[in-house]
């Protein structure tokens, strides 16, 4: 599998320390020189990114089997809802760090191909429901995603999603094309023109 550093992301609550150095001295107490602790800055975690030739295709393609996702609302959602339009349903996690690394690219897909009646639809499995996701796109700046939650992981095991991020190519009969498993770059030319020819 051919992959590339594409870029490395701080997951969730994680704090990047550089250069700082704290002094801790005991006052009023006579004794050694201050204690002087320097903080060494620990580097975030490299993530792969791979490309659009990680595609597993489905041969033949196949209608996945029905499961129930939600809306940022709390509304139930299925697949069947979206038939007529090409989706890219990637299974997710803001804990999860490959699934953080790419979600910049999902949305810059998203954009791309709004035009081309395909949709992005990011099906968070964080328990904490739709408040936990907002947050998340709030902090790093995703504002082209539509908050999905499968905070049971009921989609995620139906269609048989062995890990996260997982991403499901369906094009507009409602049948499942092909899938990716890990982190991909969704904007690469060669990712854009294999899911507007699969959809």
């Known amino acids: 599998m051919n992959v590339t550093t594409r870029r490395a992301l ?5 704090v990047a320390v550089a250069g700082t150095v704290a002094a801790v001295a005991l006052l009023g107490k006579p004794g050694p020189s ?5 903080l060494v800055p620990t580097a ?8 659009i030739a990680q595609l597993r295709r ?4 196949t209608i996945p089997v029905a499961a129930q996702f939600f809306d940022g609302d709390g509304a139930e959602r299925r697949l069947g809802d979206y038939v007529g339009s090409g989706l890219v349903v990637n299974l ?3 804990w ?3 699934c953080v690394a790419e979600m910049p690219e999902l949305q810059g897909l998203a954009r791309a191909m709004a035009g081309d009646g395909i949709l992005v ?5 964080d328990r904490g429901g739709a408040e936990v996701v907002r947050r998340f796109y709030a902090a790093h700046r995703i504002d082209g ?3 999905m939650l499968d905070p049971r992981g009921e989609a995620a095991r139906a269609w048989g999603a062995r890990g996260l991020p997982t991403t499901l190519i369906i094009d507009r009969q409602g049948r499942e094309r092909g899938r990716v498993e890990g982190a991909i770059d969704w904007e690469a030319p060669a990712t854009l023109a294999e899911i507007r020819r699969l959809v």
């Open 44 to 51: 975030p975690p490299v993530v792969k990114v791979g490309t």
């Open 96 to 98: 999860c760090v490959p």
């Open 145 to 147: 995603l539509p908050v």
């Open 58 to 61: 489905a041969d033949p393609p």
């Open 121 to 125: 639809l990011p099906l968070s499995g």
């Open 92 to 94: 997710w996690a803001t």
């Open 10 to 14: 701080i997951g969730a609550g994680g």
């Open 34 to 38: 201050p204690v002087v602790h320097t």
